[in-house]
Structure formats: structure tokens, C-alpha cells
């Protein structure tokens, strides 16, 4: 019998060997982005390469959030806002289970009617 070889598979992303994260073996003066990650595609005003546009909008990102949740009238807004938010998605989750307990409820009637 003949040996079989053990070929390496093939990587599916140009990046490290755990898939491309932060695209590990992009060029230099590819100026946008890591490969389609939450900060893929930065736009090309940022300065630098993909590593330095993540730290500056990363940076930016924590100046904001210190800066709304440093004030305690902003924080008391924004929790206000979320759960505001929160409820009316809750009850629109309700409603539709609601709907759809009665799609069944009239399609279950309509298959047990006696003809």
C-alpha cells in the first residue's frame, strides 16, 4: 500500500492562522481596512495603516463613551432612551407572538372543520 500524503489545507482568509483576524498578511499601503471585521472598511481620511486606524477609532470610540457616560444628566438620558427602546421592542416581540398564536389558533379551526 501506498503512503498518503497529508496535504495542509489552504486558509480561506490572507491572514494569521487562526482565520485572518485583524488580516494579518495585508499589504502596507492597503490603506482600507482588515478584511471585512467591525472596522473593515475605514474610510481613507483616517491616517495611517489598518493597525493604527483601529487604535485612532477605538481611540475615539472611548473619548466618546467616557464623555457621555462621565455626566450624570447624559447617562440618566441615555439609560431613559435605551429603555425606552427596550420596551417598545418588548411589547412589539409580544404582539407578534400575539398574531401568531392566532394565525394558529384560525388555521388549526379551518384544518378541524367538518365540511
Known amino acids: ?11 480561506a482568509c490572507a491572514g494569521c492562522p487562526a482565520c485572518g483576524w485583524n488580516g494579518g498578511n495585508t499589504p502596507a499601503n492597503a ?3 482588515n478584511g471585512g471585521g ?5 474610510p481613507s481620511w483616517i491616517p495611517g495603516n489598518p493597525a493604527q486606524q483601529q487604535f485612532l477609532v ?6 466618546g463613551a467616557a464623555w457621555v457616560l462621565g455626566d450624570e444628566d447624559r447617562r440618566a438620558a441615555l439609560l431613559k ?9 418588548a411589547g412589539g416581540f409580544e404582539e407578534l407572538k ?5 394565525i394558529r389558533a384560525e388555521m388549526d379551526a379551518q384544518l378541524h372543520r367538518e365540511p
Open 1 to 11: 500500500m501506498a503512503k498518503k500524503s497529508k496535504k495542509k489545507a489552504k486558509l
Open 81 to 89: 432612551t435605551a429603555m425606552k427602546l427596550y420596551s417598545g421592542l
Open 38 to 42: 467591525l472596522f473593515g472598511n475605514l
Open 58 to 63: 477605538g481611540l475615539a470610540l472611548g473619548a
Open 31 to 33: 490603506n482600507a481596512g
Open 98 to 102: 400575539e398574531q401568531a398564536a392566532d
